[in-house]
């Protein structure tokens, strides 16, 4: 193995490590919902998540790992942001985006991170990376390292058409 495949086998999460985290994903997931199954959502990895009102003042919380779950019918919205450690031990309050609540969906200055508005004057802002790496953990970050490049394209695809129907 060159030394460059030797590096990214080192800084990215091993096969057992995936598994393990989207087996824990879901699980904390279910807990959050006191759901026995996943009922049709896909779930993801999503990280620094921003939430709060926007210019209109309160507080804003930040969130730095959390389990994005949805339903893939972007007419029927229905996703639910669960905040988590970065061990992938606890949970906070989910967050229930759904057609009731919903406002619109747009994407940022930086165009890698997602938006979600409510009609509660609340924005959700995060990102869905493909790969999470080691690196951030060794440095003291605390992230979740992951592979998730279908999931990352699925809810990228989901979250596109959720925008168009809602207007931006």
Same mark, same amino acid.
């Given at each position: 193995?060159? +030394?460059?495949?030797?590096?990214?086998?080192? +800084?990215?999460?091993?096969? &057992? *490590?995936?598994? !393990? %985290?989207?087996?824990?994903?879901? &699980? +904390? @997931?279910?807990?959050? +919902?006191?759901?026995?199954?996943?009922?049709?959502?896909? !779930?993801?990895?999503?990280?620094?998540?921003? &939430?709060?009102?926007?210019?209109?003042?309160?507080?804003?919380?930040?969130?730095?790992?959390?389990?994005?779950?949805?339903?893939?019918?972007?007419?029927? =919205?229905?996703?639910?942001?669960?905040?988590?450690?970065?061990?992938?031990?606890?949970?906070g309050?989910p967050?229930? =985006?759904?057609?009731?609540? @919903?406002?619109?969906?747009?994407?940022? @200055? !930086?165009?890698?991170?997602?938006?979600?508005?409510? =009609?509660?004057?609340?924005? #959700? $802002? #995060?990102?869905?990376?493909?790969?999470?790496?080691?690196a951030?953990?060794?440095?003291?970050?605390?992230? $979740?390292? =992951?592979?998730?490049? %279908?999931? &990352?394209? !699925? #809810?990228?695809? @989901?979250? *596109?058409?959720?925008?168009?129907?809602?207007?931006?």
């Open positions: 193995m060159s +030394l460059l495949g030797k590096l990214k086998n080192a +800084l990215q999460a091993s096969a &057992a *490590e995936n598994a !393990l %985290a989207k087996e824990r994903m879901a &699980a +904390l @997931f279910m807990q959050s +919902l006191q759901a026995d199954a996943l009922d049709g959502y896909q !779930l993801a990895y999503g990280k620094h998540m921003k &939430a709060g009102p926007s210019l209109s003042g309160g507080s804003r919380h930040t969130f730095y790992n959390y389990v994005v779950g949805y339903k893939p019918d972007p007419v029927n =919205i229905d996703v639910v942001l669960v905040p988590v450690d970065a061990d992938l031990r606890s949970y309050a967050i229930l =985006i759904n057609t009731k609540t @919903f406002k619109k969906a747009g994407k940022t @200055f !930086l165009s890698g991170l997602y938006k979600f508005k409510t =009609i509660y004057g609340n924005s #959700f $802002v #995060f990102q869905v990376p493909p790969v999470n790496g080691k951030a953990s060794m440095m003291g970050s605390e992230e $979740v390292a =992951i592979n998730q490049e %279908a999931e &990352a394209r !699925l #809810f990228k695809a @989901f979250f *596109e058409q959720v925008r168009q129907l809602s207007g931006k």
